[in-house]
């Protein structure tokens, strides 16, 4: 389980990455059209590789008995694909902004989008380096089963 925790891991650091990729070509585009047609990449991405994998994350976390602060770490990344989706839901309602119609205060709230961007990246790395510490070192027995372990090989010799 170790190790698929770092296989989705990878894939969320991977996929976290990608989307700075996504993000710049659908910003470079020429025109409104290839725009849209480069931001399906992006906007896919993120609300279904990042998200699902997130939450497969926390579910293989727990499994795996990778530590709590791994689990709230996946947890974490998964809740924050849910902010980037909410910060346009609600920021457009709270500011009168549409995909047709940006206010300049629809403007300032979508900037967050790209911080919390870097937040889920940075997270990511994390998630990551504890998932691959986590495969790499076996996982130590409780302090009662090796207390227990200790005192029969010592009645036993």
Same mark, same amino acid.
């Given at each position: ?7 989705? %891991? ?10 700075? =990729? ?15 047609? %480069? ?38 990344? =998964? ?30 709230? %979508? ?40 005192s029969a090989s010592s009645s036993t010799a």
């Amino acid at each position: 389980m170790r190790k698929t925790l770092l296989v989705l %891991a990878a894939i969320i650091l991977l996929s976290s990455l990608a989307q700075l =990729f996504f993000a710049g070509y659908f910003h470079f585009q020429n025109t409104i059209e290839s725009q849209r047609e %480069a931001g399906v990449w992006h906007v896919m991405n993120g609300q279904f590789v990042l998200r699902y994998a997130a939450l497969l994350a926390v579910i293989v976390a727990a499994l795996a008995r990778a530590g709590s602060r791994t689990i709230w770490l996946a947890a974490g990344i =998964f809740l924050l694909t849910w902010v980037q989706l909410m910060i346009f839901i609600i920021g457009g309602m709270l500011t009168g902004s549409s995909e047709d119609f940006i206010t300049p205060s629809g403007s300032w709230v %979508a900037s967050i989008h790209p911080m919390t961007g870097l937040l889920i990246i940075f997270m990511s790395y994390w998630l990551f380096n504890r998932a691959r510490a986590a495969a790499l070192n076996p996982q130590p027995l409780p302090p009662k089963a090796a207390a227990s372990d200790a005192s029969a090989s010592s009645s036993t010799a």
